[in-house]
């Protein structure tokens, strides 16, 4: 009985699967909807970074760059921030973007580290 | 096939498309990576056109702007920025509602100030960090700014009966010293029972520095500019008549200019 029917059920199987990925990847393929900061393309989330420290430069306003930057995901910001700068210096950025950058960059490094205690 | 030799077949296929959607929602569900900002959730989205306007206001860089908003597809610029400011205003966004709105409605204003060239759009790729846009060169035409420190002061102000307009309003044009109007300057209304404030350039198919107010029956406001002591008074809807003899209620022109 199994014998007989196993080739059929192996069959069906890969058939199944087969329309699965059809439907899937043809029919109806993943549509990036409803998306967050985090999970944007280098590019794109460099270019947030460096909105953020454009807005920076002008404003001096470090708690809002802080929020700004906290959409990116759950580490400190100044990760978002070097990453940036890395990524500007890789494609040759303009002084000027890389400025901002640097200029956002040091500022969140001065900020005390969660944890670390003040000098009195 | 037989009746007998369909069923394991139909079983397999079931079998294969719940194994399938296993595997897909379960062991290896989708992760979003390498997203556009374009997809981006409404709420992270206005975020997102509130940081370009931010970075806006402190680059002066329009052409940036202008490629950054490109990013996202069947957007209204100048209408949804104007929207968005008025939301951020509305929202309780606190402090940095306040500068971000101005910021969108100064953004909104001189996007409809300046229209797109269509040799910009041709050569306009989808992304911005990795092609870095060169600096514009100085435009001939200066935008309407306001001289910094030179303070605005009430040129002229009058009632107005105009029968097209639908309610009665408080309408503020603010120019500089050249009769330029200036977009996103704020102007605050109070009355006995509380105050608002609003920008100008949120209208900008009415002008660079227009902006209005709707005014209820009875009650009377005063307003002046944000960075300005100068108070007007006494503004309240006055009786006008139409030409068939309806009656209707009239608004108030106040034209604040820059002093040179």
Redesign the interface.
């Known amino acids: 009985m199994l014998t007989t029917?196993?080739p059929?059920?192996?069959?069906?199987?890969?058939?199944?699967?087969?329309?699965?990925?059809i439907y899937?990847w043809l029919i109806r393929p993943?549509?990036?909807?409803?998306?967050?900061?985090d999970?944007?393309?280098?590019?794109?989330?460099?270019?947030?970074v460096?909105?953020?420290a454009?807005?920076y430069?002008?404003?001096q306003?470090l708690d809002?760059a802080q929020f700004?930057l906290a959409?990116l995901g759950p580490l400190p910001p100044d990760v978002y921030a070097t990453d940036a700068i890395d990524?500007?210096l890789e494609?040759?950025?303009?002084r000027?973007?890389l400025e901002h950058l640097n200029q956002l960059a040091l500022a969140l490094r001065a900020l005390p580290q969660p944890g670390e205690i003040q000098a009195p | 096939m037989s009746r007998s030799?369909w069923?394991?077949?139909?079983?397999?296929?079931?079998?294969?498309?719940?194994?399938?959607?296993y595997y897909?929602w379960l062991i290896n569900p989708?992760e979003?990576?390498?997203?556009?900002?374009d997809?981006?959730?409404?709420d992270?989205r206005s975020?997102?056109l509130a940081?370009?306007a931010?970075?806006y206001?402190?680059?002066d860089d329009l052409v940036r702007a202008r490629t950054?908003l490109a990013?996202f597809s069947g957007l209204e610029p100048s209408t949804e920025l104007a929207a968005l400011a008025q939301q951020r205003l509305a929202g309780g966004f606190g402090e940095?509602g306040e500068?971000e709105a101005a910021a969108l409605a100064q953004l909104a204003a001189d996007l409809a100030n300046q229209p797109r060239s269509p040799t910009s759009t041709a050569t306009r790729g989808p992304?911005?960090?990795?092609t870095?846009v060169p600096?514009p060169l100085p435009s001939s035409t200066p935008r309407p700014t306001p001289t910094p420190g030179a303070p605005f002061s009430l040129a002229s102000q009058e009632q107005v009966c105009n029968p097209l307009l639908a309610a009665p309003l408080i309408q503020v044009e603010v120019s500089d010293a050249a009769e330029g109007g200036v977009p996103g300057v704020e102007i605050v209304v109070v009355w006995d029972a509380g105050q608002d404030h609003f920008f100008t350039g949120l209208k900008p198919e009415l002008g660079q520095g227009y902006a209005d107010f709707t005014m209820t029956e009875g009650v009377s406001y005063t307003l002046r500019l944000a960075d300005s002591g100068q108070l007007v008074t006494d503004l309240s809807t006055h009786p006008c008549e139409r030409p068939d003899g309806i009656p209707y209620l009239g608004s108030w022109l106040i034209h604040f200019q820059q002093t040179p």
């Open positions: 029917h196993l059929r059920l192996i069959l069906g199987a890969l058939l199944g699967g087969f329309l699965a990925l899937g993943v549509e990036y909807v409803d998306t967050t900061p999970s944007l393309r280098t590019d794109f989330r460099t270019d947030y460096l909105m953020v454009e807005s430069s002008a404003d306003d809002l700004r959409a990524y500007a494609l040759s950025f303009s000027t973007d | 030799g069923f394991p077949f139909l079983i397999g296929i079931g079998l294969g498309l719940a194994g399938g959607l897909a989708v979003y990576t390498d997203t556009a900002p997809s981006l959730r409404a992270f975020d997102y940081l370009i931010s970075a206001a402190a680059t950054r990013l940095f500068v992304s911005t960090a990795s870095p600096t």
